[in-house]
């Protein structure tokens, strides 16, 4: 793959050109670096080992990736891509730092930020003598995937142990990367988004000028935003991996070929491969997915067959409700309003409602619900909707209204699903003293409310 295949810009940097340090010069570093030198940047690899520093001196690559040694290539011998052990060197009149250092496990699980640590280090001890930028200003962008938090108090502390000195500013920021080794380059050139965490208005300037070549608008979101996304991310990967393979297993007991199942299911992109259902809130419920996915397991147990994910699925969305039950139990107050009943808005379905799961727990500890819903009228229940909701809440008549003010009458905690304009203006119009908001899309007046609590935010 040459440079054209991937549309390797040839003209001037957006911004103008920027001198950059790229720190790592392992897969994210090396594609990063070649690829903004290629831009037009002046780009600085830095790496304490020889055998990735040499390659790049050198004009190869030190990693294999398609169309990357003819990329390095092509920035040694312009002159804009360099690449050294010595940050200083790196460093002098720099605009950027790009941290692409390796985030490895520990032993327990975490993450080990003990690289991240010492290239932040060598920006600071940097800036005593060399870093000297036109601006006064320098930019240090995490790209590593690193845990939430860590921009703010990892690299933060750092900065504060070594303080710039006097006329020079730093700004932090993380940039999350999304290559793919074997694709990095092409990646690199159409990502998915352009996100930059940050608080610095300066850095987020500087990052839209450095990659405004690509033609994607930055995204500039909280710090910890753009942290958590990667993980987000590949999480979301690791799980459709198994999803496929789970299905797999299980289907091939049925002499179902699973590869012709699944071509068929990434076509429904209203549902399946889509935002729909990929938004924080509440557990999932109605007639159709709880009942589906204990058949599917069920199926699978008769076929000695292990099916992990989808059974954590179970316990997660179980977990989802006693998350909600035992925040109710941690504070004050006995009276509740649950707003919104059904297990989605427009219905008056309440089989296997995770609402009427959560209202039996509270009535069952003891505590006084009033329940509203627009739509759900006792007496038009019917089958198995009537049947199910008599077995979990046989009162329901008596603790169900058709006003959502009186429901809020005298209540210590609003639990809150309902989206309709009468239950909003009445939780607005009286308040309890705790909300706590099931699905996030409320509204930001009632997000403003003292006492809001998001579910999952």
Request: proline share 7%.
């Amino acid at each position: 793959m040459g440079a054209a295949d991937v549309g390797m810009p040839r003209h001037e940097p957006v911004g103008g050109v920027m001198k950059v340090a790229v720190f790592g010069l392992g897969y994210v570093g090396s594609v990063t670096a070649a690829c903004l030198a290629a831009a037009g940047h002046d780009v600085w690899g830095v790496d304490v080992d020889t055998a990735k520093v040499g390659p790049i001196t050198q004009g190869h690559s030190p990693v294999v990736e398609p169309g990357l040694d003819e990329l390095v290539a092509d920035g040694a011998t312009s002159g804009r891509l360099h690449a050294t052990t010595d940050p200083r060197v790196a460093l002098e009149r720099a605009d950027v730092s790009l941290i692409c250092v390796g985030t490895p496990s520990t032993p327990a699980g975490s993450t080990d930020l003990t690289y991240i640590k010492r290239a932040v280090r060598d920006i600071a001890e940097a800036a005593q003598t060399v870093l000297r930028p036109a601006s006064g200003f320098h930019s240090i962008v995490v790209r590593s995937t690193v845990p939430p938090g860590t921009v703010d108090e990892v690299v933060e502390k750092v900065l504060a142990d070594v303080p710039p000195p006097e006329g020079l500013t730093f700004g932090t920021a993380m940039c999350p990367e999304f290559l793919r080794e074997g694709s990095g380059l092409a990646d690199f050139y159409a990502p998915p988004f352009v996100v930059v965490g940050t608080r610095n208005p300066k850095v987020g300037t500087a990052l839209t000028d450095l990659f405004g070549f690509l033609g994607r608008d930055v995204e500039v979101v909280d710090v910890r935003t753009a942290e958590a996304l990667k993980y987000a991310c590949n999480a979301f990967h690791a799980t459709k991996v198994s999803f496929a393979n789970e299905m797999g297993r299980i289907f091939r007991h049925f002499g179902v070929d699973s590869r012709e199942v699944m071509k068929i299911f990434v076509q429904d992109t209203s549902l399946n491969i889509s935002p729909y259902y990929l938004k924080p809130g509440f557990a999932f419920g109605g007639s159709c997915l709880p009942k589906d996915l204990r058949s599917v397991l069920h199926l699978a147990r008769m076929n000695d067959t292990e099916l992990p994910l989808l059974a954590g699925t179970l316990a997660t969305n179980e977990r989802s409700v006693r998350d909600v039950v035992d925040r109710v139990i941690a504070g004050p107050g006995r009276e509740i309003a649950l707003l919104g009943l059904s297990f989605k808005h427009a219905t008056d379905d309440l089989r296997e409602s995770p609402n009427v799961e959560l209202a039996e727990r509270l009535i069952g500890k003891g505590y006084n619900l009033r329940i509203y819903d627009a739509i759900v009228n006792p007496t038009r229940l019917v089958g198995a909707n009537l049947r199910h909701v008599q077995s979990k809440l046989p009162h329901l008549q008596r603790v169900l209204t058709d006003d959502p003010s009186a429901a809020l009458a005298g209540a210590d905690l609003a639990i809150v699903s309902a989206t309709d304009n009468a239950a909003i203006n009445a939780l607005l119009e009286a308040p309890p003293a705790r909300t706590i908001d099931l699905i996030g899309r409320l509204g930001a007046d009632v997000e403003s409310l003292p006492g809001y609590e998001g579910v999952g935010w």
